[in-house]
């Protein structure tokens, strides 16, 4: 059994949600590697890991459309909701839950 | 609950439609199908190499029985239907099961021709259609010597070369004198027979069948003239009939095939055909390319899914004879109407001849070396002009140049671990197996699974070659006009010409207005569009920053490790101390590791941080320098030579004339990256035969030619025409670059574009055409007004502030704690 509820995470706040362009990404810094920020079309925020699961390409720097990211190095596409890649491609990079409150963005990790 | 939709057919047509079914709706209908062979699925076109023992039956099943568990499809195996109940909706299978349906697809392929002689139905009298029929052949040669093939077309020439290779001694018998005359021409057809003949088997040529001979099994073949040979099995390959007999019975209209529409229904417009069996437009089919287009449009139907139509196809043909390239497309016979351009090396084994009208390709024939029948295929179909390539086109598009890959092209005789994508290092071994391994079928499918192809594309007719070769036949066809990608169904020209027409101003409108299929687009049409709108409104269109690939996003470009590289513009290759003090100022100062003399007369640094790319480029701001757009679809270099300033051959000043044209280019946003150059003499030192714009000085005045590169395949440039004035070579500059800007399509560089629409097109254009000209060069200058912000110093003071600072900066630690 998990000791740990939903409520009891680390949330640690990162900034609001307009912040982060839509359709597009913000870098999140970390002494453990960049986690990347996406907004959708409908506002929906995600974080990833910063790297492609395939040569760990930035995938901050990628071209968002509806839940994916287009990796700028060699065009993989990736769920953002799970960091999985879109098939055939295979492979997955770490996602992080985000919560929203108001307008601000927190993320446990 | 999901309607009803029921198969009857269980082969390649009929699953092909199912497969895509469920690529765009998965749940839309509840599936049964039913088949009369006792298999699930294979690939029918495959029987020939199992048929040489090339292949084991295995391994050419695409759909197991799990794959219709998987799927939750109702397989009914080995059941033939009967009847169609069109009143009460459902299926009657010989057996008496039934099944009900909303929707019905009829995928009955077709029935092997049988001629009406005596004794055709002996024992050892088969056709070539199915496993079963393999099956007895495969029998029959292990203890039997004498076959007779029926039919010197494609099928006949597979069946006979196959039970060859089962060690029987083959006779092949052909009504007309040529062999597979609806495929090839006589020379052609001529050279195949002699390699067949060289290779063991017999040929009985303008020979009409009259009896099969035989007590309980066929003994003998007798013919019109007396003659009689020995046969232990006879092969009737003589030509298949649409399977329409179920369809005809039920009412549903047919002519020699079932007759459908463009949506591919009948006349009952929940019955749906798909396949051998359909008469569409007047045509029917026997080769699987159409059968996939059809399978497409079909299942986009039943998902109320898309404006897809077919509009029917263009086959070619390739035989599946190993060590026998052959290759024929369209009508290749022609008439007082047609041209023949021929090429015959008869030693070597070559050749090839293209039926020509009004300079469009009508119809190929190619023994040999077939490397270039997809080439010619596309050209076929997408009725390019080529009359500036007549001269060399029958050399082959090697010839119009590429990186060298010549000879290598030989797919059959290559090694598994020869390499065929050299951008990601992909051997002809890795593309083999996972086509087997995979089951895949097309082009795309192929590039998505093992990349090969999918980067700079110069391998792609290699890849069409191995797949080709691997599956069999003709799968690769595309559509004849490409839709944009798999948001919509438009091409790009017509995308282009709705954003004038309909004055669709930003990307997203674009989207809405010509109803996109999925919400934002992707990565390949949202770059496309950002660009069509750009070029088409420059004052007031959105150039929608997001919809930019990473580079153009934030005006450097992207390294392998996320760094960026920086290179400002030196106007013509030319530099000051001033301008170099500060690169290398900031060499020092940001710690850049490598400075380098890019391929463009000018200096990159690499190794940059993003978020010191501002600062840096405030440093180059101060300098007088400028973004080089070293990473834009966009103006690149001018390249220029010393001249006559210096230079005891110089004609003309190239430097200056140089520095004048980058001075009015500069900034311009283009379909794909536009490099130009300027040389002082013919010597062309500033190698301006390879540019997209290239000016070459001669003692008259300026010789402009267009439509070069260097890269992936080097094509040197076209010659355009002479002008006199440096005034001039500014104004056709313009102008070509603002035809280009406007019709080509995004990531097609001049050299494909120029190919595309031919010279003579852009000459009628630009030099023929002097108020043309003047027009479009006054639309470039117009739109460059709005395009000459130095988009380095904007962002030195302060735009897009964001893409270059991260959103927080956080402490985890190994064991996450509060920051
Ligand atoms: C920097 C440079 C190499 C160098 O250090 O010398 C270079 C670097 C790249 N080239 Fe290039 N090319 C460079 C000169 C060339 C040249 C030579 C020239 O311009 O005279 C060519 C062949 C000539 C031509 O284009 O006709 C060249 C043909 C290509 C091609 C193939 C283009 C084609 O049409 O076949 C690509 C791929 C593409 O654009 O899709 C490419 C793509 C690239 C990219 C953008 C690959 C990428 O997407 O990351 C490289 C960017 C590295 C970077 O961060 O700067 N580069 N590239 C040169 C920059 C010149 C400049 O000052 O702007
Ligand atoms: C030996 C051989 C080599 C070939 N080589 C090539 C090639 O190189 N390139 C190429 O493009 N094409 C080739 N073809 C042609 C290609 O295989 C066909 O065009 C393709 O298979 C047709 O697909 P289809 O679904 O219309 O018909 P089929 O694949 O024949 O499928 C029809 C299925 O329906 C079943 N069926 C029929 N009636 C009923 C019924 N009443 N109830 C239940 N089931 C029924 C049949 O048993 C059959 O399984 C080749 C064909 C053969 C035989
Ligand atoms: S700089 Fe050009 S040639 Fe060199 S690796 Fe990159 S794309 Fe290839
Ligand atoms: S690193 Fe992302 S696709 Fe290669």
Not at chain 1, 63 to 92: F, M, Q, R, Y
Not at chain 1, 95 to 104: A, L, V, W, Y
């Amino acid at each position: 059994m998990s000791a740990v509820k939903k409520e009891d995470k680390n949330w640690i706040e990162v900034g609001q949600i307009d912040d982060v362009p839509k359709l597009g990404a913000r870098v999140i810094k970390t002494d453990d590697g960049n986690i990347g920020l996406f907004r959708t079309a409908d506002d929906e925020i995600f974080a990833l890991r910063d790297e492609c699961p395939h040569k760990k390409g930035p995938l901050s720097q990628g071209i968002v459309h509806g839940k994916k990211v287009t990796c700028p190095l060699h065009n993989w596409n990736i769920n953002l909701d799970s960091g999985e890649a879109v098939a055939p491609d295979e492979g997955c990079t770490a996602s992080f839950p985000i919560k929203i409150e108001g307008s601000t963005i927190y993320i446990a990790i | 609950m999901s309607e009803k939709l029921v198969v009857i057919g269980n082969g390649m047509a009929g699953i092909r439609t199912v497969e895509e079914l469920l690529k765009i709706d998965p749940l839309a209908f509840d599936i049964t199908v039913f088949g009369a062979e006792p298999y699930g699925n294979y690939n029918r076109i495959m029987l020939s190499p199992v048929l040489t023992g090339e292949k084991a039956f295995d391994e050419i099943v695409t759909h197991d029985e799990q794959w219709y568990v998987d799927n939750a499809i109702t397989l009914h195996k080995g059941k033939e239907i009967i009847e169609i109940d069109r009143v009460n909706r459902k299926v009657i299978a010989s057996d008496g099961t039934q099944a009900d349906y909303d929707r019905l697809l009829i995928a009955t392929g077709s029935n092997p021709f049988v001629i009406p002689v005596p004794g055709n139905d002996l024992e050892g009298v088969v056709t070539f259609r199915d496993m079963h029929d393999v099956n007895i052949m495969l029998d029959t040669s292990k203890q039997h010597k004498h076959a007779v093939v029926i039919g010197g077309g494609l099928l006949g020439l597979e069946a006979a070369n196959g039970l060859m290779q089962q060690g029987m001694s083959v006779t092949v018998v052909h009504l007309m004198d040529t062999l597979m005359e609806r495929q090839l021409d006589e020379a052609a057809s001529n050279m195949l027979r002699a390699s067949l003949e060289e290779r063991g088997l017999n040929f009985l040529m303008a020979a009409q069948t009259e009896t099969i001979i035989g007590k309980d099994r066929v003994e003998k073949v007798r013919f019109k003239d007396g003659t009689e040979i020995y046969a232990d099995l006879v092969v009737m390959a003589v030509g298949i009939r649409p399977n329409i007999e179920l369809a005809k019975k039920a009412g549903i209209h047919c002519e020699r095939g079932i007759v459908v529409s463009d949506t591919l229904q009948t006349f009952d417009p929940r019955v749906y055909a798909v396949g051998e069996c359909v008469q569409h437009r007047g045509m029917t089919y026997g080769l699987v390319a159409p059968l996939f287009e059809m399978a497409k449009v079909c299942a986009n139907h039943l998902a109320k899914h898309g404006i897809g139509r077919y509009e029917g196809s263009v086959t070619s043909t390739k035989l599946k004879v190993t060590g026998i390239d052959l290759f024929s497309a369209g009508d290749f016979t022609g008439d007082e109407t047609t041209d023949e351009l021929v090429f015959q090396d008869k030693a070597s084994g070559v050749y090839r001849k293209l039926v020509v009208k009004d300079n469009k390709i009508q119809g190929a024939v190619m023994y040999g070396d077939t490397i270039d029948g997809t080439w010619y295929f596309d050209l076929l179909r997408d009725e390019t002009d080529i009359s500036d390539m007549r001269k060399n086109i029958l050399f082959g598009q090697a010839h119009l140049g590429d990186s060298g890959h010549g000879e290598e092209n030989r797919v059959a005789a290559m090694s598994d671990t020869a390499e065929i994508c050299g951008c990601n290092g992909v051997c002809k071994g890795d593309i083999v197996n996972a086509i087997n391994a995979k089951k895949l079928l097309t082009l795309e499918e192929v590039r998505a699974h093992t990349k090969a192809s999918s980067s700079c594309g110069s391998c792609t007719g290699l890849v069409e070659a191995i797949l080709a070769n691997t599956v069999g036949g003709d799968y690769s066809t595309a559509p004849h006009l490409k839709p944009m990608c798999a948001c919509t169904d438009m091409t790009h020209d017509d995308v282009r010409a709705a954003i004038v027409n309909k004055e669709l101003k930003t990307v997203r409108d674009v989207m809405t207005g010509l109803e996109w299929k999925t919400s934002d687009g992707c990565a390949k049409c949202r770059t496309s569009l950002n660009y069509y709108v750009v070029c088409a409104w420059p004052k007031e269109g959105l150039d929608d920053y997001q919809s930019r690939f990473i580079n153009e996003r934030v005006h450097a470009n992207i390294q392998k490790d996320g760094s960026y590289s920086v290179i400002p513009r030196m106007w013509g290759g030319g530099t000051s101390p001033k301008e170099l003090r500060a690169i290398a100022d900031v060499a020092e100062e940001y710690g850049v590791e490598t400075v380098h003399v890019t391929g463009g007369q000018r200096i990159g640094l690499y190794g940059l941080k993003k978020e010191d790319l501002p600062t840096i480029w405030k440093k180059f701001s101060d300098a007088g320098m400028v973004s080089g757009h070293a990473y834009g679809k966009a103006l690149r270099t001018v390249k220029t030579c010393v001249g006559k300033e210096w230079c005891r051959f110089g004609t003309q000043d190239s430097t200056h004339l140089g520095v004048e044209l980058e001075k009015m280019t500069w900034g311009s946003w283009t379909p794909h990256k536009f490099k130009m150059a300027a040389s002082g003499c013919p010597r062309n030192c500033a190698e301006a035969t390879i540019k997209d714009f290239g000016v070459v000085c001669v003692d008259s005045g300026y010789e402009l030619h267009v439509g070069g590169n260097g890269g992936v395949k080097v094509r040197a440039t076209d010659f355009l025409c002479n002008v006199k004035t440096e005034d001039e070579v500014l104004e056709y500059a313009a102008a070509f670059m603002q035809l280009y800007r406007q019709e080509a399509h995004y990531l097609e560089r001049t050299a494909p574009w120029l190919e595309r629409v031919g010279l003579s097109y852009v000459k009628e254009n630009i030099v023929e055409n002097d108020e043309y000209r003047k027009e479009l060069a006054a639309l470039f200058r117009e739109s460059q007004k709005y395009m000459q912000a130095d988009p380095w110093a904007e962002r030195a003071n302060g735009t897009d502030k964001h893409e270059f600072e991260p959103i927080a900066t956080i402490t985890v630690g190994k064991t996450a704690t509060t920051a």
